[in-house]
């Protein structure tokens, strides 16, 4: 069996924080109304990492932190990450649809998809990869 070229860690990475970003930046009415321009900064911002909103609805792991690059680390395995949000999902009263877990191109995941409309979010995928354990949140698109 050829192997074929898989992605980096980098690309993953890339990859679940665009799914998160896309499903958050859907456009609002609010948008679309014109602001007046603003003053140009003296000096240029440095671009910065999108901030790892949790959902209040979902209590996560134990020794999860926030990394440089603005992703939700889980101080646990894939296994116990994935076994406590569903316990919690189940505990609160949520229902979802948990696919996985399982693996592709070296990546494990697992996904939860919310079935209750109340929830502020559609998924919650879980990777795994290169030794880390990565929670990211696909938002719910604002009515």
Known sequence: MRSRPGRSVRDWRAVAAAICLAAAAAPSPAAATPSPPA?????????????AATPPDVRLPPGTRV???????SGLGLRETTDFLARDLAARGISARQIGPY???????TRFLS???????????V?????KTLIFFVLRPKP
């Open 39 to 51: 003053a140009a900064p003296a000096v240029p911002a440095a671009p910065s990492a999108p901030p």
């Open 67 to 73: 990394d440089a690059q603005g992703v939700l680390v």
């Open 103 to 109: 693996r592709v191109r070296g990546v494990e995941l």
């Open 115 to 125: 079935e209750t409309k109340t929830t502020s979010w559609l998924a919650v995928h």
């Open 127 to 131: 990777l795994r990869t290169a030794g």
